[in-house]
């Protein structure tokens, strides 16, 4: 739906930034608690960051257990749901719960005022009295620097940006990066071309009976040990390890699933390995992770060195009527899951009610 420019801006409580499972978490809580809110989003449809993953990506736990707050996820045929399940799940999400969403909406600063936060976007002006970041890492994807990197000749991809693997038929592919998702495109490549796993150290591959659930049970458990000011549980197997998802196992049976220790640097044809030797490289396909996307936080002065930004429970030190959810375990344990992010959203909309009353009762 198109919207106009508005000429002044709208006051409302809350403004959610973002149009994910995170956002949808966060307005879940809101709308349960009567809180006035509106959703921001700069996508054109529904379904975050999962509108532009790879074509044949799955999740790592079932539907049950890949759920936001209030609606469980449909079951599919498959033990694991496809990213276009998950893109439904979340459509039909915002409608069941009539989300507010604006969309396309780009937000290009939020900035202090006296009364609120004045929150500017390409379609008008909101000053809320409090705001929700929640705006993921898909748009911030993170490549390292290696030597020589300008100067190759070959097609360089971050996995954002990864569809599907018959484009590189009969390439020599390098694989660079350790997770689930170096793991899982590493595993579909490698029917089609000749690939090579890049990876800091060796992974962790997780036992066969190991998935999305029991990650989650182990995060919960270091959630409740550090609650309770006990030493964390550190369980073998964290969110980052390699869960053996069937293409992943599949790999494994063919004998593709190892990976050696990154090279030194970038030649205009290829890579060299620490010991010397060269290799012809036709593309690399970057699985390094991502940055926060915290852009439009820029003039309230609130990001560390690390390009984050210091909260306590989800909550900005140096602003206090800004919150953040969704970001990774800074934001709260498995706050970057479906399911995990609950625990956040709650809290951050429990939080947001309290300020509100405490900021009426002082603005009668």
């Given at each position: 739906m198109s919207i106009s420019k508005a000429s002044a801006?709208?006051?409302?409580?809350?403004?959610?930034?973002?149009?994910g499972q995170s956002s949808l978490a966060v307005a879940y809580f809101l709308r349960r608690a009567g809180i006035g809110y509106v959703v921001l989003d700069d996508q054109p449809a529904p379904g975050g960051a999962w509108q532009h993953t790879w074509d044949s990506l799955h999740l790592f736990s079932p539907a049950q257990w890949?759920?936001?707050?209030?609606?469980?996820?449909?079951?599919?045929a498959e033990t694991y749901p496809s990213r276009e399940h998950v893109v439904r799940y979340l459509t039909e999400y915002e409608k069941r719960y009539e989300i507010p969403v604006r969309r396309p909406v780009d937000v290009t600063s939020v900035s202090r005022r006296e009364d609120g936060l004045l929150v500017s976007t390409d379609h008008g002006e909101w000053l809320a009295k409090t705001v929700v970041s929640a705006t993921g890492t898909w748009a911030r994807p993170y490549i390292p620097d290696y030597p020589g990197q300008a100067c190759f000749e070959g097609e360089q991809l971050h996995s954002a940006h990864y569809r599907k693997p018959e484009i590189f038929h009969g390439k020599n592919v390098l694989v660079v990066g350790g997770g689930n998702s170096g793991a899982q495109i590493l595993a579909e490549l490698s029917q089609v071309c000749h690939?090579?796993?890049?990876?800091?150290?060796?992974?962790?591959?997780?036992?066969?009976?190991?998935?999305?659930?029991v990650l989650f049970e182990r995060a919960t458990e270091r959630w409740i040990a550090r609650a309770e000011g006990r030493a964390?549980?550190?369980?073998?197997?964290?969110?980052?390890?390699?869960?053996?998802?069937p293409p992943v196992r599949d790999a494994r049976e063919r004998g593709v699933l190892?990976?050696?220790?990154?090279?030194?640097h970038f030649t205009v044809d290829g890579v060299v390995w620490k010991d010397g030797s060269h290799a012809r490289v036709d593309a690399v396909i970057?699985?390094?992770?991502?940055?926060?996307?915290?852009?439009?936080?820029?003039?309230l002065h609130v990001l560390n060195d690390a390009g984050r930004v210091d909260v306590v429970e989800g909550r900005a030190v140096l602003e206090p009527r800004l919150w953040l959810v969704g970001y990774g375990e800074w934001c709260g344990f498995a706050s970057a899951?479906?399911?995990?992010?609950?625990?956040?959203?709650?809290?951050?909309?429990?939080?947001?009610g309290q300020y509100l009353t405490s900021f009426e009762d002082s603005n009668p």
């Open positions: 801006a709208i006051p409302i409580d809350v403004v959610v930034v973002g149009g890949s759920s936001l707050p209030g609606w469980l996820m449909p079951a599919t690939t090579t796993w890049v990876t800091l150290e060796e992974p962790t591959l997780l036992p066969d009976d190991v998935d999305g659930r964390d549980p550190a369980p073998t197997g964290g969110l980052g390890d390699i869960v053996m998802v190892h990976s050696v220790r990154p090279f030194s970057w699985c390094t992770g991502f940055r926060p996307a915290l852009e439009h936080l820029q003039p899951t479906l399911i995990g992010v609950m625990r956040s959203a709650r809290s951050t909309a429990t939080q947001i």
